[in-house]
T-cell receptor, first 112, second 117 residues
Framework: KAGVTQTPRYLIKTRGQQVTLSCSPISGHRSVSWYQQTPGQGLQFLFEYFSETQRNKGNFPGRFSGRQFSNSRSEMNVSTLELGDSALYLC???????????FGPGTRLTVT | AQKITQTQPGMFVQEKEAVTLDCTYDTSDPSYGLFWYKQPSSGEMIFLIYQGSYDQQNATEGRYSLNFQKARKSANLVISASQLGDSAMYFCAMSVYSGAGSYQLTFGKGTKLSVIP
């Protein structure tokens, strides 16, 4: 069974731009969660999608948004990028009612 | 609110020795899951082991075992026979039900393990 895939793996953007990251979950998994990892704040939960609906959201500004498609693939978007948005963005997928989350390799975003 | 505490920012262990990574947690939810993940320098989070709050026995997965002490709210990871490839960041995490069918993971700050030849 293929794992969680994330594209792109690396990204360099300029302040003020916007960016879209993509995540394809494990086949059969309907839940996708997004996390931001920075050296200062560690791993922080962004949001979770299930069946194209956002079920849960972390404490991030409205510049961070996401969506999920009917095939469970998910995208997250960050508008008006700030230097502090530089981070590793990880997505994880899980079954509908399962605790376990399986992570992708992450997208490393650098904002200059 | 959920909280995970990992008090060891970094640890060293000799190759082939056992090592214990500490993790304490705090939650008022009676139902939760505890996880350990390994993160090599490549960035990917690798699932190691899971313990449910109602599980009576400590979880084991190959060289990994989880020392679950519910009354003390601790979930320490024990790695036996350390290998050079075990050098990585290790994260303890807790999953609780957050409503609307959603489970949310809360992570600790991590412990950087270095295995010495």
């Amino acid at each position: 069974k293929a794992g969680v895939t994330q594209t792109p793996r690396y990204l360099i953007k300029t302040r003020g731009q916007q960016v879209t990251l993509s995540c394809s979950p494990i086949s059969g998994h309907r839940s996708v969660s997004w996390y931001q990892q920075t050296p200062g704040q560690g791993l922080q939960f962004l949001f979770e999608y299930f069946s194209e609906t956002q079920r849960n959201k972390g404490n991030f500004p409205g510049r961070f948004s996401g969506r999920q498609f009917s095939n469970s693939r998910s995208e997250m978007n960050v508008s008006t990028l700030e230097l502090g948005d530089s981070a590793l963005y990880l997505c994880a997928s899980s079954l509908e009612t399962d605790y376990e989350q399986y992570f992708g390799p992450g997208t490393r975003l650098t904002v200059t | 609110a959920q909280k995970i505490t990992q008090t060891q920012p970094g640890m060293f262990v000799q190759e082939k020795e056992a090592v214990t990574l500490d993790c304490t947690y705090d939650t008022s939810d009676p139902s939760y899951g505890l996880f350990w993940y390994k993160q090599p320098s490549s960035g990917e989070m690798i699932f190691l082991i899971y313990q449910g709050s109602y599980d009576q026995q400590n979880a084991t997965e190959g060289r990994y075992s989880l020392n679950f002490q519910k009354a003390r709210k601790s979930a320490n990871l024990v790695i036996s026979a350390s290998q050079l490839g075990d050098s990585a960041m290790y994260f303890c995490a807790m999953s609780v039900y957050s409503g609307a069918g959603s489970y949310q993971l809360t992570f600790g700050k991590g412990t950087k393990l270095s295995v010495i030849p």
